[in-house]
């Protein structure tokens, strides 16, 4: 009788032991991700429900004192995005106020973003002046587009602060205000004198166009110091104008990743992204150079002919701005 075969056949169970103990800790695992899963989707939906605003206003951010900020809970993790993204938003506004009896204030949710809407002017000025509300989310575009290092997206810290007493002392000071009046007279009167040139030429006038040549000649006369003739071909003028529309359109178009940060690493329709990351570089590259050209600039200027670019060289101290802040404020 063969011992060896027999002692052979009876140990296979040593050999599949591990490929059994393997498939149980499978198992295990497995279990144990869908039981994260189902509890990461239970503590979801019950923060969800129990949040009267949506789920941006979880943790009891919607409630003033012991009274709770009315308003509707929208879908889970999206809120009210799918409400306000058809029709006249200022209607659905108002039907979703009158159906949860939000005379005054409503709060709800876009995505991850807390909304609150009022129709009482008291409650409007007291948003508008609460340090509470001081720093509001930022667009992706205005981030990229670095209009975070701005003042009117930068969150309210020492920066902003900085900034603000720039813009109030040297910016926009009444005596500098004043000083840019014969500015305005003048683009006011060359603008009227296209109108009139184009009614006896074509017996029409399209009003859009001079109105923003008009405003950006102004603009960028105050702070740039130069005035740019956008109807004839100059390729300053022209990159400019590219500049302008294409950072306006960045600004003003609804990227869903604004209130859905992780939908960025997905889904972008309108390219956001990529073109801020385009539009940057030749930003930074005109503005630079319209500072290096002040820098350079050994004709006297009086004081109150200075424009931005002057004034922002000129601050000294802890006012004094690095060329990049410089882009973003002046831009």
Not at 53 to 73: L, M
Not at 118 to 147: G, Y
Not at 233 to 250: I, M, P, Q, S, Y
Not at 289 to 312: A, C, G, M, P, T
Request: net charge positive; charged share 20%.
């Amino acid at each position: 009788m063969d011992f060896t075969n027999s002692c052979e056949d009876t140990k296979w169970w040593m050999f599949i032991l591990p490929t059994l103990l393997e498939i149980q800790k499978s198992c295990d695992v497995n279990l144990l991700l869908l039981f994260i899963f189902i509890l990461f989707l239970s503590c979801g939906l019950f923060n969800w429900a129990s949040s009267a605003g949506g789920p941006a206003w979880k943790n009891g951010r919607h409630r003033i004192g012991r009274v709770s900020i009315p308003g509707p809970n929208g879908l889970p993790f999206f809120g009210s995005l799918f409400s306000l993204s058809h029709g006249l938003a200022h209607r659905t506004l108002a039907r979703m106020a009158l159906s949860h009896a939000a005379s005054q204030l409503m709060a709800f949710s876009l995505g991850s973003t807390p909304v609150v809407v009022t129709n009482d002017t008291h409650i409007a000025r007291e948003i508008l002046t609460s340090p509470q509300f001081a720093s509001r989310p930022i667009k992706e575009s205005a981030k990229q587009l670095m209009f975070s290092r701005a003042i009117g997206f930068a969150p309210d810290g020492p920066y902003w602060r900085m900034l603000r007493r720039i813009a109030s002392t040297h910016l926009f000071a009444p005596k500098r205000v004043l000083a840019h009046q014969g500015v305005y007279r003048l683009e006011c009167a060359a603008m009227l004198n296209a109108i009139g040139e184009e009614q006896s030429i074509k017996g029409f006038v399209r009003l859009r166009k001079h109105l923003q040549a008009a405003s950006l000649n102004s603009i960028m006369e105050i702070v740039f110091g130069k005035r740019y003739n956008t109807a004839k071909h100059d390729n300053e003028a022209k990159e400019l104008n590219e500049l302008v529309r294409e950072g306006f359109e960045l600004l003003g178009a609804f990227n869903w990743s604004d209130h859905l940060p992780w939908l960025k690493y997905f889904y972008d329709p309108f390219c956001i992204q990529a073109r801020c990351a385009a539009l940057v570089p030749r930003v930074k590259k005109l503005v630079k150079e319209i500072i290096k050209e002040h820098r350079s600039e050994d004709q006297y200027k009086s004081k109150d002919n200075l424009d931005f670019v002057d004034i922002l060289l000129s601050l000294e101290g802890e006012e004094k701005l690095d060329e990049d802040d410089m882009v973003a404020v002046l831009w």
